[in-house]
């Protein structure tokens, strides 16, 4: 198990990094000199469809999601009709 003077001792030997006196002015000229990059017409209609189809699936199962949820509560309420079932609250709490 080393100790913190150890850590602190093994970094005493290292030498900060030079860069290239030149880096920026490379970086500059090619950013400056870059072609323009376009995508492809293919991958923009593949992108497309994609999201035009998950949107309609989305619809779909929200849809499909809130029919069922209908069907339930209407089974709920023939249930207690059949039961006879009244949810009234006429207690009075004053």
Do not use: H
Request: proline share 3%; net charge neutral.
């Amino acid at each position: 198990m080393s100790t913190y003077s150890e850590i602190e001792n093994s970094i005493k030997g290292i030498q900060r990094p030079e860069a290239d006196p030149y880096l920026y002015s490379k970086i500059f000229n090619r950013i400056q000199t870059g072609a323009e990059e376009y995508l492809e017409p293919k991958f923009v209609w593949i992108t497309a469809c994609s999201f035009l189809i998950l949107i309609a699936l989305n619809g779909l199962i929200f849809q499909k999601s809130r029919i069922v949820t209908q069907t339930k509560q209407q089974e709920v309420k023939q249930l207690s009709n059949a039961m006879q079932l009244i949810n009234e609250n006429t207690i009075n709490y004053n």
